[in-house]
């Protein structure tokens, strides 16, 4: 089968024939219908720190994805060949799909476990829940379950891209007062869509709003230092986004306001559980870009440059 198939750090991925994976004990194999692209891939290619996470080399990227279970390993019989699935990323080793020694969705087929698996309603198509396996985890798991997001809330939510506007629309859907932040003028188009009481370029335009949450989408240093000096006293911060790695904050605010500091990263299958819940009302709908399985290369170009405007999703 082909496959997108990652070396190291500032090598371009190749397009390669590789064997078709065999289902194990405890595993299944996916076909691959749908698979994300995402900044984290453009990180892996781009910059050094990312390669601890990729202890095995060559590996097929791609983790976000949904398909059809093609085949089932010994012990894997509550699972059927032609369930759809989406596929929770992170596996038992403490790595994901698409990093580690698991290969992703970059080809036509990868194993999985049941840590992975999750039934996708007939309701949501593949793109839907491709998508929600890692920008949408991800924003969901940030919002509600790190963010504690609750009816009634104020909540700030910074960069309207993939993951911030999944996490600000499930804000909206679960009842919370959601204000929207994103140097984009287009992603700030977005706003109505989304259900925005309000949008502007920085999150401190809505200092006067006393803020119960904010949870930063975008992660460049500047976007943290804002959301700080943004929150009301006894606020929540919820660090997602990995922009900028390193740079400097003042502890001021969050002495002087009693703020709570988060990180996070991915989600559980219960968010993902969640999350298909409100999709396959059709009340969460993100935007999405289609590409097909030989454009992955230049998706992730496309995100080097900036300005996309909702998901980047192949389909096979």
Not at 13 to 24: C, D, F, R, S
Request: include cysteine; aromatic fraction near 6%; glycine fraction near 14%.
């Amino acid at each position: 089968m082909r496959a997108w198939r990652f070396h190291g750090t500032h090598e371009p991925l190749t397009l390669e024939e590789v064997p078709e994976p065999e289902a194990g004990p405890g595993e299944v194999v996916v076909d691959i219908k749908a698979a994300g692209v995402c900044h984290s891939d453009v990180s892996a290619l781009d910059d050094e720190t990312w390669m601890p996470l990729f202890p095995q080399l060559p590996v097929t990227p791609g983790h976000e994805n949904a398909g059809v279970i093609s085949q089932v390993g010994p012990g894997m019989e509550h699972w059927t060949v032609g369930d759809r699935v989406g596929l929770s990323p992170l596996t038992g080793d403490g790595f994901a799909l698409g990093y580690g020694t698991w290969d992703g969705g970059f080809g036509e087929k990868l194993r999985a476990t049941d840590e992975n698996l999750v039934r996708l309603p007939d309701e949501v198509s593949f793109e839907m829940g491709a998508m929600a396996t890692d920008a949408g985890l991800t924003s969901y798991h940030a919002i509600v379950t790190a963010g504690g997001l609750e009816p009634g809330m104020r909540v700030g939510v910074i960069g309207l891209g993939g993951l911030g506007y999944i996490g600000a629309r499930v804000g909206v859907l679960k009842g919370a007062e959601v204000y929207g932040a994103d140097i984009s003028a287009g992603a700030r188009e977005l706003a109505d869509e989304i259900g925005l009481a309000g949008v502007a370029e920085s999150i401190e335009e809505f200092a006067d709003k006393k803020l119960d949450l904010i949870v930063d989408y975008a992660g460049f240093g500047t976007t943290t230092t804002g959301a700080l000096n943004t929150l009301a006293e006894f606020g929540t911060f919820v660090q997602v986004g990995m922009g900028k790695l390193e740079f400097e904050i003042s502890t001021y605010p969050i002495i002087i306001k009693q703020l709570t500091i988060k990180g996070s990263k991915s989600g559980t299958k219960q968010d993902l559980v969640e999350l298909y819940d409100l999709m396959r009302s059709g009340d969460l709908n993100p935007p999405v870009n289609h590409i097909t399985h030989d454009e992955i290369p230049g998706a992730i170009d496309r995100l080097r440059e900036g300005g996309v405007v909702g998901r980047l999703i192949a389909t096979y």
